[in-house]
């Protein structure tokens, strides 16, 4: 069983930084970030497959960054220029599978997730 398990979530103002983190039990092949705004369905965010390939989505293009440390068996996102419309609860999730470019944000191809870290935006 994969578990995995997110940190790096609080509130901050328009313009700040987080980092996400996601210690993973077992690191998969294929890594990402989703968010889940209140009222909104959930939506990829980052996707990193073990080979260094990624995609990210275009709402967030050139402010957030994902990335890994093989050694600790971590996922990070690390997320600049936040905007209010950034504030959701955001998840982590793991597949063995093996899949590029827009399915690398497909959540239904994710096996496993976290419980989630909200991340809270003030303009």
């Known amino acids: 069983q994969v578990q995995l398990v997110e940190s790096g979530g609080g509130s901050v103002q328009a313009g700040g930084s987080l980092r996400l983190s996601c210690a993973a039990s077992v690191y998969l092949y294929t890594m990402g970030w989703f968010r889940q705004a209140p009222g909104k369905e959930r939506e990829g965010v980052a996707g990193?497959?073990?080979?260094?390939?990624?995609r990210i989505a275009d709402s967030v293009e050139g402010r957030f960054t994902i990335s890994k440390d093989n050694t600790k068996n971590t996922l990070y996102l690390q997320m600049d220029s936040l905007k209010p419309e950034d504030t959701a609860m955001y998840y982590c999730?793991?597949?063995?599978?093996?899949?590029?470019?827009?399915?690398?944000?497909?959540?239904?191809?994710?096996?496993?997730w976290g419980q989630g870290t909200q991340v809270t935006i003030s303009s």
């Open positions: 999730a793991a597949s063995s599978g093996i899949f590029s470019g827009k399915d690398l944000l497909r959540e239904s191809l994710y096996y496993y």
């Open positions: 990193l497959r073990k080979d260094g390939a990624t």
